[in-house]
């Protein structure tokens, strides 16, 4: 906890170029840069997880034909990585006073191969673990965003993890509030 | 009663039909010139939509100037376009912004704090010294006074205004006008 960070930086709503403007909404595109290396195909694959995310929030309607960038850039990785993305990224668009919905935040949950919950694992936790899932949960009614699961777990097991991540959201949307409050308050 | 109108602090400045701003021309495209007023597209401005301004009398604007003027198309479909005359035909203040001052970029919070009916910002630095001021609702303003070092001043005070309060301004500018 703690040595997971993501540099978040949205750019927009910008003029999008002919060939990648929708005609009714507003276009988001991500990218995902790596600490170190070239991104692969694991950075392409949750750029696509974050688009889906932030596009169901953002109220892309009132800014059609216009292009918005969200680039995040991993500072470090000590596990959790995606659920940090989520954060950031929902970050990023309160700062830039962009229309949303709803917000959202991002909690991943390790489930040990004797049927514990861990939540927001270390990369060491990760690793021991039977199945990892990552959940964005909207502020709204604590409802669910996105849901990405890697490895095997019943669904008994999903619904428990699913219950402790709404739990645990209420602790990270408090974060929001009081990082905003201090923004604006100096 | 029951309806509340929510104004949120957004970097970005979306343009309203009716907003007054200030513009930067990057291009003459013919008969229009192409303003960035830091939306998300230039706005286009005409180049008969300025006071006495005829197919034969035309403004003298070039590119890098600063306009002052106001939108009369401005949603979300179609591209913004400014005047700078209002419905009577007459300029009331709106055209080419002269030569020399400082064009700067605040936050749209503090654009509408200055823009209120009851803001004293704006009486007091005026007690300081004289100047010359023009403020977009994009967020930029234009301030040009006697020499540069006091247009600099005034620059400062107010971009400091977005996180001053009534008494830390007084008291700066009590420091100030010491001096």
């Known amino acids: ?186 | 009663g029951g309806a509340f109108w929510v104004d949120s602090q957004q970097k970005r400045y979306v343009p309203v039909k009716g907003d007054h701003v200030i513009g930067i021309v990057t291009a003459k495209a013919g008969d229009v010139f192409r303003l960035d007023v830091g939306g998300s597209e230039p706005a286009s401005l005409s180049y008969l939509a300025f006071e006495g301004a005829t197919k034969r009398n035309r403004p003298n604007v070039q590119v890098g100037d600063l306009i002052y003027g106001q939108f009369v198309v401005a949603n979300k479909d179609m591209e913004p376009e400014m005047v700078c005359i209002d419905s009577s035909g007459k300029s009331s203040g709106m055209g080419i912004i002269g030569q020399d001052g400082f064009l700067f970029k605040v936050s749209l919070g503090l654009i509408r704090k200055l823009l209120a009916p009851k803001c004293e910002i704006i009486q007091e630095l005026s007690q300081l010294y004289p100047f010359e001021l023009v403020i977009g609702m994009n967020g930029r303003i234009w301030v040009k006074a006697k020499t540069v070092q006091q247009t600099l001043i005034i620059v400062n005070i107010l971009e400091a205004c977005e996180y001053m309060t009534a008494e830390q301004r007084k008291q700066a500018l009590a420091k100030l006008s010491g001096n």
């Open chain 1, 1 to 186: 906890p703690g040595d997971t960070s993501v540099l978040a930086g949205l750019y927009g709503p910008a003029e999008a170029k002919i060939s990648k403007e929708l005609p009714d909404r507003a276009a988001l595109e991500v990218l995902l840069r790596p600490k170190v290396g070239l991104p692969g195909v694991l950075e392409r694959s949750r750029e696509q997880l974050l688009r889906q995310t932030c596009e169901a929030v953002v109220l892309g309607v009132l800014h059609p034909r216009t292009a918005i960038s969200l680039v995040l850039q991993v500072l470090s990785d000590a596990g959790s990585l995606l659920s940090c993305c989520l954060n950031a990224a929902c970050m990023a668009l309160l700062d830039a006073g962009l229309p949303l919905s709803t917000l959202f935040c991002g909690v991943t949950c390790a489930l040990q191969p004797d049927g514990t919950i861990l939540l927001d694992p270390t990369s060491r936790q990760e690793q021991e673990a039977r199945a990892i899932l990552t959940f964005a949960i909207a502020s709204s009614e604590r409802k669910v965003l996105m849901a990405n699961t890697k490895g095997s777990c019943s669904v008994e097991e999903m619904q428990q993890c699913l219950a402790a991540a709404q739990r645990a959201a209420t602790t990270i949307f408090q974060f929001y509030r009081d990082s905003v409050r201090r923004r604006y308050s100096k």
